[in-house]
């Protein structure tokens, strides 16, 4: 059966330093794989998503990034905080056309 | 315009009570459909797929209208156990792009 894998589960980062968050996919290949940041009380957000190895596509400008360097592994990052990238950020997975399902996410706080 | 959106609400209802959430999304292009609960704090988790054609799981009916370009969500005989936020959620761009409504409150008291 799939599963997914997102860590840390909690993370308090001072302004200013770098983010690493990952998420692996077990159990399918070659999965769309995504990226949403969710702020309290509101929405879920796509920030990015991924077809592929190596294809990123951004939705929303801002000082965040992402990577896929394997087929099941996805990677969000950040060189220099900001107090507005607090949030709960969640990684999930699709094949084409079916539904998604989520790691468990990252709840993220910018001191 | 939001490629998703949903009333925000909160609806308060009553146990017992029907309620009913409308979603509407601006690709005609979409794909395929469904509906989503998250509880506080928690991740969302997939209630149910929407098909043209509507479908019921046990108190909870969902429908399409591709002309109008909007997807219902139907619950009976509320319980309490049914507050949650509920999030239509579209995939667009060929079915690669899965996009998430801002999600509906709902809340049910005894």
């Known amino acids: 059966s799939q599963t997914i894998h997102q860590w840390p589960a909690t993370l308090v980062q001072p302004v200013g330093s770098p983010l690493s968050l990952e998420c692996t996919v077990e159990g399918t290949s070659n999965p769309n794989l995504y990226w949403y940041r969710q702020a309290a009380g509101r929405g879920l957000q796509l920030l990015f998503y991924s077809v592929g190895i190596g294809q990123i596509s951004s939705e929303v400008p801002q000082n965040l990034s992402a990577s896929r360097p394997q087929d099941r592994q996805f990677i969000l990052s950040s060189k220099k905080l900001l107090l507005s990238d607090s949030g709960f950020y969640l990684c999930?997975?699709?094949?084409?056309?079916?539904?998604?399902?989520f790691g468990q996410g990252t709840r993220l706080t910018v001191v | 315009r939001k490629e998703v959106e949903q009333d925000p609400g909160p609806f308060n209802v009553p146990e017992g009570a029907t309620v009913a959430f409308n979603c509407t999304y601006s690709n005609s292009a979409s794909q395929s459909f469904f509906w989503y609960r998250q509880d506080c704090r928690k991740e969302p988790k997939l209630l149910m797929s929407v098909y043209s054609s509507g479908n019921e799981d046990g108190r909870f009916t969902a429908q399409l209208n591709r002309a109008s370009q909007y997807i219902s969500l139907l619950i009976r005989d509320s319980k309490l156990s049914d507050s949650a936020t509920y999030l239509c959620?579209?995939?667009?761009?060929?079915?690669?792009?899965?996009?998430f409504g801002a999600g509906t409150r709902l809340f049910v008291k005894a």
């Open positions: 959620v579209v995939n667009v761009a060929g079915g690669f792009k899965t996009i």
């Open positions: 999930a997975w699709t094949v084409l056309n079916t539904e998604a399902f």
